[in-house]
């Protein structure tokens, strides 16, 4: 087989070409992926026309040769980008994303290669120090769902918390590079101040440097004692308070003369702006007794009849013959009559 093989590529060198394209394709059609890039990959190594011949090929799409780089510092320019960059092979295009409105950067940008080779060299260490911040690259028809984003980056990216001021991204990942190597690392800034926000985040790029760095007892930067923990459970955290902020309470409205804000009780239950003595209600006024003649009266009748007295008959007190003092009379429920006076 191996003879056969070497004969087929000596009547190739030689000019000798012993089967059509179309017969080619045939052959190589039933072949799987890796069977078609470890034939090429011989042939490129033993011919150099093919070695060619597959570089422009693969370079023929920008697809395969342009970046995507995130994580940059808002100062970071175009120029200081590519030339981070230049070091893996020459470069076509280069720019960083600025906001139309602002003209400041968005903290990304894209890098396109002339050539594949270079791409991929550059995709070997995507993690690169650019103006005191670690940016992280990956091709740009991935997104943000690249080669950094895996099922364990959860258990790799750390929240530091409790940031001094004067503690700089270089600071923070030569701290932090002492547990493991670090994938992506930088102080969080203000966007409009370029001041430090005294938080920032470390993602290592194994899952035991991670553990490493929590259980290191040592957490002393820049003169604090600085918070570290995952980043996911610090983010779980933010979204629970964002959720109670959330509930925006309605202002219900109350009477007139109430100081009421939104979301706070009235201060006091004292009415203001009112004056005293108010004026009572109006109501509808009701016509008088009709005048006229008879048989009205011109006299308002009372508004109710009187009541005729009615008489009640005096008791008479008899005296007892023993000279014991007489016990009054007493009524129902024990209370006693009163009798009119003699």
């Not at 090929?57 to 960059?85: I, M, Q, Y």
Request: charged share 20%; glycine share 8%; aromatic share 8%.
């Amino acid at each position: 087989m191996e003879d056969l093989k070497k004969r087929k590529l000596e009547e190739a060198s030689n000019g000798q070409i012993s089967s059509s394209p179309e017969e080619l394709k045939l052959l190589l059609d039933p072949l799987s992926k890796s069977q078609l890039v470890d034939l090429l990959s011989k042939l490129g190594s033993q011919y150099p026309s093919i070695a060619e011949e597959i570089k422009s090929v693969a370079s023929a799409d920008p697809v395969h040769r342009k970046l995507f780089v995130r994580g940059l510092a808002w100062n970071t320019t175009s120029e200081t980008l590519c030339a981070a960059f230049r070091l893996h092979g020459e470069i076509e295009e280069g720019a960083v994303i600025v906001d139309k409105t602002t003209g400041k950067s968005r903290g990304y940008g894209f890098i396109t290669y002339k050539h594949m080779e270079s791409t991929q060299s550059a995709l070997q260490a995507p993690s690169k120090l650019i103006d005191g911040r670690m940016a992280v690259c990956n091709l740009a028809c991935e997104g943000l769902s690249g080669a950094s984003t895996t099922p364990d980056q959860a258990q790799r990216k750390l929240y530091i918390g409790g940031l001094a001021p004067d503690v700089t991204s270089e600071v923070l990942l030569s701290f932090f590079g002492r547990h493991g190597e670090i994938e992506e690392g930088s102080v969080a800034y203000d966007k409009e101040t370029n001041e430090s926000r005294g938080f920032g985040f470390v993602t290592y790029k194994t899952v035991e440097a991670a553990k490493k760095a929590i259980d290191d007892p040592q957490k002393f930067l820049g003169g604090r004692s600085i918070i570290v923990k995952l980043a996911d459970s610090h983010k779980g955290k933010m979204i629970q308070a964002q959720l109670s902020t959330a509930v925006v309470p309605i202002a219900l409205p109350l009477a007139a003369g109430y100081p009421q804000q939104p979301g706070k009780p009235p201060a006091s239950a004292t009415p203001v702006a009112y004056t005293y003595p108010q004026a009572g209600a109006t109501y509808p006024a009701y016509p008088g007794p009709p005048t006229g003649p008879a048989p009205y009266s011109s006299t308002a009748p009372a508004p109710y009849p009187s009541q005729p007295q009615m008489p009640y008959s005096s008791a008479t007190v008899m005296k007892d013959p023993l000279g014991l003092p007489p016990t009054p009379t007493v009524g129902m429920g024990g209370y006693p009559y009163y009798f009119a006076k003699q």
